[in-house]
Protein backbone atom coordinates (compact mmCIF):
# COMPACT_ATOMS: atom_id res chain seq x y z
CA UNK A 1 0.00 0.00 0.00
CA UNK A 2 1.08 3.37 -0.89
CA UNK A 3 1.46 6.17 2.21
CA UNK A 4 0.32 9.72 1.61
CA UNK A 5 3.59 11.79 2.62
CA UNK A 6 1.75 15.29 2.01
CA UNK A 7 -0.20 16.59 4.77
CA UNK A 8 -3.09 18.15 4.12
CA UNK A 9 -3.23 22.16 4.53
CA UNK A 10 -6.04 21.71 7.18
CA UNK A 11 -4.06 19.16 9.19
CA UNK A 12 -1.08 21.99 8.91
CA UNK A 13 -3.13 24.68 10.00
CA UNK A 14 -4.71 22.88 12.62
CA UNK A 15 -1.16 22.13 14.14
CA UNK A 16 0.02 25.28 13.94
CA UNK A 17 -2.79 26.74 16.06
CA UNK A 18 -2.54 24.18 18.69
CA UNK A 19 1.68 25.55 18.87
CA UNK A 20 0.23 28.65 19.41
CA UNK A 21 -1.94 27.80 22.53
CA UNK A 22 -5.04 26.51 20.63
CA UNK A 23 -6.54 29.75 20.97
CA UNK A 24 -5.18 32.10 18.50
CA UNK A 25 -8.14 33.01 16.83
CA UNK A 26 -10.68 33.58 19.75
CA UNK A 27 -7.57 35.53 21.55
CA UNK A 28 -7.30 38.16 18.49
CA UNK A 29 -8.12 41.89 19.54
CA UNK A 30 -12.00 43.02 19.01
CA UNK A 31 -12.80 46.11 16.83
CA UNK A 32 -14.19 47.91 19.43
CA UNK A 33 -14.50 47.49 23.03
CA UNK A 34 -18.02 48.76 24.55
CA UNK A 35 -17.93 50.32 28.12
CA UNK A 36 -21.03 51.92 30.00
CA UNK A 37 -20.48 53.58 33.25
CA UNK A 38 -22.53 55.78 35.74
CA UNK A 39 -24.56 58.67 33.55
CA UNK A 40 -24.44 61.20 36.27
CA UNK A 41 -21.53 63.05 38.18
CA UNK A 42 -19.53 61.21 40.20
CA UNK A 43 -16.74 63.89 41.27
CA UNK A 44 -14.03 63.06 40.44
CA UNK A 45 -14.34 59.97 38.93
CA UNK A 46 -17.14 60.49 35.91
CA UNK A 47 -18.26 63.95 34.97
CA UNK A 48 -20.71 64.98 32.01
CA UNK A 49 -19.38 68.51 31.33
CA UNK A 50 -15.78 67.37 30.95
CA UNK A 51 -13.71 64.61 31.30
CA UNK A 52 -13.32 63.00 34.67
CA UNK A 53 -10.56 60.50 36.34
CA UNK A 54 -12.02 57.53 34.79
CA UNK A 55 -12.89 59.12 31.44
CA UNK A 56 -9.54 60.28 30.97
CA UNK A 57 -7.60 56.72 32.05
CA UNK A 58 -10.02 55.65 29.51
CA UNK A 59 -8.81 57.92 26.53
CA UNK A 60 -4.98 56.79 27.73
CA UNK A 61 -5.73 53.03 27.70
CA UNK A 62 -7.28 53.10 24.36
CA UNK A 63 -4.29 54.67 22.79
CA UNK A 64 -1.88 52.42 24.43
CA UNK A 65 -4.59 49.77 23.54
CA UNK A 66 -5.13 51.03 19.67
CA UNK A 67 -8.39 49.45 20.28
CA UNK A 68 -11.34 52.20 20.02
CA UNK A 69 -13.32 52.23 23.34
CA UNK A 70 -16.82 53.42 23.28
CA UNK A 71 -17.91 55.06 26.40
CA UNK A 72 -21.79 54.97 27.00
CA UNK A 73 -23.24 56.65 29.65
CA UNK A 74 -26.93 55.09 31.41
CA UNK A 75 -28.37 54.49 34.61
CA UNK A 76 -25.64 52.10 36.91
CA UNK A 77 -28.40 49.67 37.21
CA UNK A 78 -29.46 49.88 33.77
CA UNK A 79 -25.54 49.19 32.92
CA UNK A 80 -24.95 45.97 34.65
CA UNK A 81 -28.26 44.80 33.30
CA UNK A 82 -27.03 45.57 29.72
CA UNK A 83 -23.39 43.72 31.06
CA UNK A 84 -25.54 40.82 32.41
CA UNK A 85 -26.97 40.41 28.88
CA UNK A 86 -23.99 40.86 27.01
CA UNK A 87 -25.13 43.91 25.07
CA UNK A 88 -22.24 45.61 26.13
CA UNK A 89 -18.62 44.33 26.86
CA UNK A 90 -17.44 46.17 29.61
CA UNK A 91 -18.55 48.25 32.70
CA UNK A 92 -16.22 50.73 34.66
CA UNK A 93 -16.27 52.17 38.01
CA UNK A 94 -17.58 48.70 39.47
CA UNK A 95 -16.84 47.94 43.11
CA UNK A 96 -16.45 44.13 43.63
CA UNK A 97 -19.52 41.91 44.86
CA UNK A 98 -20.44 38.60 44.62
CA UNK A 99 -23.46 38.96 43.15
CA UNK A 100 -21.78 41.18 39.69
CA UNK A 101 -19.25 38.70 39.95
CA UNK A 102 -21.13 35.81 38.89
CA UNK A 103 -22.06 37.65 35.82
CA UNK A 104 -19.02 39.61 35.41
CA UNK A 105 -15.28 39.06 34.90
CA UNK A 106 -12.72 40.85 37.32
CA UNK A 107 -9.01 40.77 37.41
CA UNK A 108 -8.27 37.59 39.96
CA UNK A 109 -5.55 36.71 41.81
CA UNK A 110 -4.12 32.80 41.91
CA UNK A 111 -6.07 32.60 44.98
CA UNK A 112 -9.41 33.60 43.70
CA UNK A 113 -9.76 37.36 45.17
CA UNK A 114 -10.11 40.06 42.93
CA UNK A 115 -6.82 41.65 42.17
CA UNK A 116 -6.49 44.93 43.47
CA UNK A 117 -3.95 46.04 41.60
CA UNK A 118 -5.24 46.29 38.59
CA UNK A 119 -7.80 48.59 40.03
CA UNK A 120 -9.01 51.88 37.99
CA UNK A 121 -8.94 53.70 42.17
CA UNK A 122 -9.48 53.35 45.45
CA UNK A 123 -12.45 55.48 47.01
CA UNK A 124 -14.10 55.77 50.49
CA UNK A 125 -17.84 55.74 51.78
CA UNK A 126 -19.59 57.57 54.33
CA UNK A 127 -22.48 58.24 56.09
CA UNK A 128 -23.79 62.24 55.72
CA UNK A 129 -26.32 62.98 58.34
CA UNK A 130 -28.41 65.83 59.30
CA UNK A 131 -26.66 67.80 62.00
CA UNK A 132 -27.65 66.63 65.32
CA UNK A 133 -29.26 63.83 63.87
CA UNK A 134 -28.71 60.05 66.30
CA UNK A 135 -26.05 58.63 63.82
CA UNK A 136 -23.41 56.82 65.14
CA UNK A 137 -20.40 54.54 62.83
CA UNK A 138 -17.69 53.07 65.33
CA UNK A 139 -16.53 51.28 62.26
CA UNK A 140 -18.12 47.83 63.73
CA UNK A 141 -21.40 49.27 64.78
CA UNK A 142 -24.13 51.47 63.53
CA UNK A 143 -26.74 53.10 65.17
CA UNK A 144 -29.48 55.29 62.91
CA UNK A 145 -32.73 55.45 63.90
CA UNK A 146 -34.60 55.98 60.51
CA UNK A 147 -34.18 55.60 57.02
CA UNK A 148 -30.83 55.10 55.17
CA UNK A 149 -30.46 56.33 51.86
CA UNK A 150 -28.43 55.16 48.86
CA UNK A 151 -28.00 55.51 45.33
CA UNK A 152 -29.47 53.05 42.90
CA UNK A 153 -27.66 49.64 42.10
CA UNK A 154 -24.53 50.53 44.41
CA UNK A 155 -23.25 47.75 45.82
CA UNK A 156 -23.07 49.72 49.50
CA UNK A 157 -26.71 48.84 50.07
CA UNK A 158 -25.23 45.56 50.76
CA UNK A 159 -23.47 46.19 53.56
CA UNK A 160 -26.22 48.97 55.21
CA UNK A 161 -28.41 46.24 55.16
CA UNK A 162 -25.79 43.69 56.93
CA UNK A 163 -25.28 46.74 59.37
CA UNK A 164 -28.80 46.33 59.90
CA UNK A 165 -30.08 49.79 58.47
CA UNK A 166 -33.31 50.33 57.28
CA UNK A 167 -32.20 51.40 53.34
CA UNK A 168 -33.75 53.44 50.81
CA UNK A 169 -31.84 53.00 47.40
CA UNK A 170 -34.15 54.90 45.14
CA UNK A 171 -32.11 58.15 44.58
CA UNK A 172 -29.68 58.38 41.21
CA UNK A 173 -27.46 61.00 42.47
CA UNK A 174 -25.74 61.86 45.66
CA UNK A 175 -26.73 65.31 45.22
CA UNK A 176 -30.26 64.14 45.65
CA UNK A 177 -29.46 61.72 48.47
CA UNK A 178 -27.62 64.69 50.47
CA UNK A 179 -30.85 67.05 49.73
CA UNK A 180 -33.21 64.26 51.21
CA UNK A 181 -31.32 64.10 54.09
CA UNK A 182 -31.09 67.89 54.38
CA UNK A 183 -34.69 67.95 54.30
CA UNK A 184 -35.16 65.11 56.86
CA UNK A 185 -36.41 62.64 54.36
CA UNK A 186 -33.37 60.33 55.26
CA UNK A 187 -31.72 60.45 58.95
CA UNK A 188 -28.57 59.53 56.71
CA UNK A 189 -26.96 58.73 53.42
CA UNK A 190 -23.48 56.53 52.01
CA UNK A 191 -21.90 58.23 49.62
CA UNK A 192 -18.50 58.05 48.18
CA UNK A 193 -16.58 60.63 50.12
CA UNK A 194 -14.88 63.06 47.42
CA UNK A 195 -18.02 63.25 45.41
CA UNK A 196 -20.27 64.19 48.69
CA UNK A 197 -17.77 66.35 50.01
CA UNK A 198 -17.81 68.06 46.34
CA UNK A 199 -21.21 68.25 46.63
CA UNK A 200 -21.35 69.88 50.18
CA UNK A 201 -18.76 72.40 49.59
CA UNK A 202 -19.96 74.06 46.44
CA UNK A 203 -23.87 74.02 47.82
CA UNK A 204 -23.87 75.82 50.93
CA UNK A 205 -27.60 75.02 51.38
CA UNK A 206 -26.50 71.53 52.13
CA UNK A 207 -23.40 72.41 54.05
CA UNK A 208 -25.21 74.35 56.61
CA UNK A 209 -27.51 71.18 57.20
CA UNK A 210 -25.59 67.76 56.51
CA UNK A 211 -22.33 66.54 58.46
CA UNK A 212 -19.86 63.74 57.63
CA UNK A 213 -20.05 61.05 60.06
CA UNK A 214 -16.47 60.13 60.80
CA UNK A 215 -14.39 57.43 60.60
CA UNK A 216 -15.82 56.16 56.49
CA UNK A 217 -17.92 52.88 56.01
CA UNK A 218 -15.46 51.42 53.55
CA UNK A 219 -12.39 51.65 50.90
CA UNK A 220 -13.42 49.83 47.89
CA UNK A 221 -10.83 49.26 44.80
CA UNK A 222 -12.76 50.08 41.34
CA UNK A 223 -12.44 48.25 38.51
CA UNK A 224 -13.17 47.95 34.99
CA UNK A 225 -15.11 44.31 34.41
CA UNK A 226 -16.16 42.72 30.98
CA UNK A 227 -19.06 40.59 30.51
CA UNK A 228 -18.58 36.17 30.65
CA UNK A 229 -18.81 36.21 27.00
CA UNK A 230 -16.61 39.11 25.55
CA UNK A 231 -13.93 37.15 28.37
CA UNK A 232 -14.34 33.96 26.62
CA UNK A 233 -13.71 35.58 23.47
CA UNK A 234 -10.78 37.86 24.13
CA UNK A 235 -9.42 37.82 27.57
CA UNK A 236 -5.99 38.51 26.78
CA UNK A 237 -7.07 42.47 25.41
CA UNK A 238 -9.14 42.45 28.94
CA UNK A 239 -6.09 41.66 30.81
CA UNK A 240 -4.28 44.17 28.89
CA UNK A 241 -6.97 46.96 29.98
CA UNK A 242 -6.01 46.02 33.64
CA UNK A 243 -2.58 46.01 33.29
CA UNK A 244 -2.50 49.17 31.54
CA UNK A 245 -4.83 51.05 34.23
CA UNK A 246 -2.69 49.60 36.62
CA UNK A 247 -0.12 51.27 34.73
CA UNK A 248 -1.17 54.25 34.45
CA UNK A 249 -2.42 55.34 37.34
CA UNK A 250 1.23 54.98 39.30
CA UNK A 251 2.39 56.89 35.98
CA UNK A 252 3.62 61.10 36.62
CA UNK A 253 2.14 61.42 33.22
CA UNK A 254 -0.91 60.48 34.19
CA UNK A 255 -1.23 61.88 37.64
CA UNK A 256 -0.27 65.24 36.06
CA UNK A 257 -3.39 64.94 33.64
CA UNK A 258 -5.71 64.71 36.47
CA UNK A 259 -4.06 66.69 39.03
CA UNK A 260 -6.65 69.49 38.53
CA UNK A 261 -9.40 66.98 39.87
CA UNK A 262 -7.57 66.00 42.65
CA UNK A 263 -4.64 66.83 44.91
CA UNK A 264 -3.18 63.19 45.39
CA UNK A 265 -4.18 59.87 43.01
CA UNK A 266 -4.47 56.46 44.22
Not at 12 to 23: E, F, H, K, Q, R
Not at 240 to 246: F, I, S
Request: contains cysteine; proline residues 6%.
Amino acid sequence: MRTNTQSSPWLLSGLLLLASGGNALAQANPESIRICHENEDAFPWLLKDKPGYSQIMMTQVEKQLGVPIKLMPMPWKQCLAELKAGKVDGAMNASFSAERAEFAQYPIKLDGEADATKRMYRATYALYKTKGAAVAWDGKALTANGTVGAQTGFSIVAQLKQLGAKVEDSSPTADELLGRVASGRYIAAAVQTTEADNSLANVPSLQAKVERVTPPLIEKPYYTIFSKPFFAKHGQTAREVWRLQGKLRESPEFKAQVSHLMKSVD
